[in-house]
């Protein structure tokens, strides 16, 4: 049945290149992988198992991938809108390889397959800028990925090559040399950190959103990320398993925190609206990092989701504005608050949210971590610094777009309803942080 969970995106295939049948089918689809997925728990075939930490993030890739597709419906023309369906049914069953995979050779595979899939969204509406960021995406995804796949190499080396199986790795990383994996992990955090977005490896990711289609984005940003991020975390298990913890944690808060204070800068000064949100995908991937360097697993796990929603919500909004207006720029956007409530309420609510403000899940997050942070005083008034600027970057765009001068555009057949569902599950991860849920999730990461 996991060979079933894993090829089950291709299911929307079958729409061939009708854009109603496609949209239906790639909503239904990743919908029924959620609920298989439920049932499939525990579960282990071949090089793939299904444990609590790879069903968290195939779970919320599935539910963000259909609400994007309801989304991207009314967004593209029907003529070129399957471009987007097949590309995505591709990186979607790429997304469910990795999260099953249960061996590092074949989880390595999965990350790289999701690189190639995504580069067909960048690439979606062709084009001499389109060529150029899908050439960028892909030669600095491609030596990153090299990065990792010496690290994966060296492991198995380090492992006397006897197994590639994770289960079996942890069980032997106790009698592993530990400056070899010191080595091995230095390789793997930039070979999967170039795909995080983490500075100073980011540069792929402006250009690769400012080009892509926003629905495209909105995946690039709340789910493509989360694949790399699942990577460093196996790792980090495995580090802890040979007690070499301490080592990883020196690097993890290290470029967390320069990954924050980078992007905290780079917010500032910039003009378009898409570019600013991939701005803050490095700020909010680098907390994240920074959180699993903390030794706290589940408030990553719970940043990462946060991130996810927020930035689908914000690039979902994003999409709208240029569905509407053809600008990209933001001082060509004004009023949107109160001229377009349906869109504009949600995509200034979602700033607000990534600018780290109650009653919003990041802020409950950055509370926790910078609680955390504060036995080292410094990393914790670093911390401060960095949230700080990335709220100050934040705020003109989110002043000017939501209430500043400009008329506002009037709507037109979009489907606003994954937005408002966006927030709604925004605002209820806010007041009900899953805290428990995701330290029984963070418990099978260091354990099993």
Same mark, same amino acid.
């Given at each position: 049945m996991l060979y079933l969970l894993l090829l089950l995106p291709l299911l929307a295939l079958l729409g061939r290149r009708e854009a109603g049948r496609l949209a239906l089918l790639s909503q239904l689809v990743p919908l029924g992988a959620a609920l298989l997925s439920l049932a499939l728990l525990g579960q282990a075939s071949g090089p793939f198992r299904l444990d609590a930490v790879g069903l968290f993030y195939l779970v919320l890739t599935d539910l963000l991938y259909a609400l994007v597709a309801r989304f991207a419906?009314?967004?593209?023309?029907?003529?070129?809108?399957?471009?987007?369906?097949?590309?995505?049914?591709?990186?979607?069953?790429?997304?469910?390889?990795?999260?099953?995979?249960?061996?590092?050779?074949?989880?390595w595979i999965f990350v790289e397959g999701s690189t190639l899939a995504s580069a067909l969204l960048v690439y979606h509406r062709g084009g001499a800028r389109a060529l150029e960021a899908t050439w960028k995406y892909l030669m600095l995804g491609?030596?990153?990925?090299?990065?990792?796949?010496?690290?994966?190499?060296?492991?198995?080396?380090?492992?006397?090559?006897?197994?590639?199986?994770?289960?079996?790795?942890?069980?032997?990383?106790?009698?592993?040399?530990?400056?070899?994996?010191?080595?091995?992990?230095?390789?793997?955090?930039?070979g999967f950190g170039t795909k995080v977005g983490l500075f100073p490896l980011h540069t792929w990711l402006p250009d690769a959103h400012a080009e892509a289609p926003g629905p495209a984005s909105a995946l690039l940003s709340g789910t493509l990320l989360n694949v790399a991020f699942y990577a460093l975390l196996r790792y980090a298990a495995l580090a802890q398993a040979a007690g070499l913890f301490p080592f990883v944690q020196g690097l993890l808060l290290f470029f967390g925190l320069l990954s924050l204070l980078a992007a905290g800068l780079l917010l500032y000064g910039q003009k378009e609206y898409k570019r600013l949100l991939a701005y803050s995908s490095v700020e909010h991937m680098g907390l994240a990092l920074f959180a699993l360097g903390l030794g706290l697993p589940w408030l990553a796990l719970f940043h990462t989701l946060a991130h996810s929603l927020s930035k689908t919500l914000a690039f979902l909004g994003a999409s709208?504005?240029?569905?509407?207006?053809?600008?990209?720029?933001?001082?060509?956007?004004?009023?949107?608050?109160?001229?377009?409530? !349906?869109?504009?309420?949600? =995509?200034?609510? $979602?700033? *607000?949210? &990534? @600018?780290?403000? #109650? /009653?919003?899940? +990041?802020?409950? %997050?950055?509370?926790?971590?910078?609680?955390?942070?504060?036995?080292?005083?410094?990393?914790?008034?670093?911390?401060?610094?960095?949230?700080?600027?990335?709220?100050a970057g934040l705020l003109p765009a989110v002043t000017r777009m939501g209430f500043g001068?400009?008329?506002?555009?009037?709507?037109?057949?979009?489907?606003? !309803?994954?937005?408002?569902? =966006?927030?709604? $599950?925004? *605002?209820? &991860? @806010?007041?009900? #942080? /899953?805290?428990? +849920?995701?330290? %029984?999730v963070e418990a099978v990461l260091w354990t099993r």
């Open positions: 419906l009314g967004y593209f023309p029907k003529e070129e809108a399957w471009r987007f369906y097949w590309a995505g049914a591709l990186f979607l069953l790429a997304a469910h390889g990795a999260y099953l995979a249960h061996n590092l050779g074949v989880l491609s030596v990153g990925i090299a990065f990792g796949l010496l690290g994966v190499i060296l492991v198995y080396a380090l492992l006397g090559g006897a197994t590639l199986d994770w289960g079996r790795a942890r069980s032997l990383m106790a009698s592993v040399n530990p400056e070899g994996f010191k080595v091995a992990y230095a390789f793997l955090l930039v709208g504005v240029y569905a509407l207006t053809h600008a990209r720029e933001v001082g060509r956007v004004g009023g949107l608050f109160l001229g377009l409530p !349906a869109l504009g309420v949600p =995509l200034v609510l $979602a700033f *607000l949210a &990534l @600018g780290g403000l #109650p /009653p919003f899940p +990041l802020f409950y %997050a950055e509370v926790q971590a910078v609680t955390a942070a504060w036995r080292w005083p410094v990393l914790g008034l670093l911390y401060l610094l960095g949230l700080g600027l990335a709220f001068p400009g008329q506002p555009p009037k709507a037109r057949g979009l489907p606003w !309803a994954p937005l408002w569902l =966006l927030l709604g $599950a925004l *605002l209820f &991860l @806010g007041l009900f #942080p /899953p805290v428990a +849920l995701l330290k %029984a």
